[in-house]
């Protein structure tokens, strides 16, 4: 399965590439069209426009990978689907996640003068390798969300995103609801760096992974292309979980489409 998986990712990714750059803009920097639906790993308020789509595949540790499509399928309402595994990349066996991740998210609100954009969701893909024995992904899918974003005009753009989230993930024994909290700032027009606080409330016991610190995690994103983004992260900078040196280091790739 590991070959027709690669060939097809690979096929993916030559098309967007060698089809699709131009002068338009990604999900990044202050000429960014596309409005971003995660900084990190927290959800912002961020929508898909109505009729359009988007590819999305993840790079982390352990040779994963893993691949999503989501589709603005009304002017509020996005819907998203997602699967991936350990070991796609190398020599191993691959271990596939358990089922796939499911994403529909709904804008209660846009974004105004004095109030920010508010979406709630339920999205069931957590991040990096699902873990059998505990019955949860390495980074608990958030569940059901509510998210907030503002945008501020700072030399550029300057955002901020929070909310609160509820893990359908707690075979650990850890059912606390959680919050989260992220700022995003524009770096000329297509670069934009970012900052993330996953509390990990629900991640703090025992039994769970997760020393009580939450999560601390840095994103970089580069548009190129006609909504093409390329996106870096070192996550849990403050070694939340065990054997980390610097961080977790991470690779994104978001290609959106307009039908």
């Not at 009304?74 to 596939?96: C, H, M, Q």
């Amino acid at each position: 399965m590991r070959g027709p998986f690669a060939c097809f990712l690979s096929l993916v990714l030559a098309v967007v590439l060698l089809s699709q750059i131009s002068a338009a803009q990604g999900s990044a920097g202050s000429e960014g069209k596309i409005e971003p639906r995660h900084l990190v790993d927290i959800p912002s308020a961020g929508l898909l426009d109505r009729g359009s789509f988007s590819l999305d595949v993840n790079f982390f540790q352990s040779g994963g990978v893993l691949l999503g499509l989501s589709a603005g399928v009304l002017d509020r309402l996005n819907f998203g689907v997602s699967y991936g595994g350990t070991n796609v990349i190398g020599a191993e066996e691959p271990k596939w996640n358990k089922l796939p991740g499911i994403e529909v998210r709904f804008r209660l609100f846009d974004e105004a003068e004095m109030i920010p954009a508010i979406a709630i969701g339920f999205d069931s893909q957590g991040k990096e390798a699902y873990i059998d024995s505990l019955e949860r992904y390495t980074i608990k899918s958030p569940g059901f969300f509510v998210a907030g974003s503002k945008n501020f005009d700072f030399l550029g753009y300057f955002s901020i995103h929070g909310g609160f989230n509820l893990s359908l993930e707690r075979a650990d024994g850890d059912t606390d609801p959680n919050a989260f909290l992220g700022v995003e700032k524009s770096v000329g027009n297509d670069i934009s760096i970012m900052l993330e606080h996953n509390f990990g409330f629900n991640d703090s016991n025992r039994e769970a992974l997760g020393r009580g610190r939450g999560y601390l995690n840095f994103g970089f994103r580069w548009s190129f292309g006609s909504g093409f983004t390329f996106g870096f992260d070192l996550k849990d900078i403050i070694k939340n979980q065990q054997n980390i040196s610097i961080g977790k280091r991470a690779i994104s790739l978001e290609y959106v489409k307009y039908l």
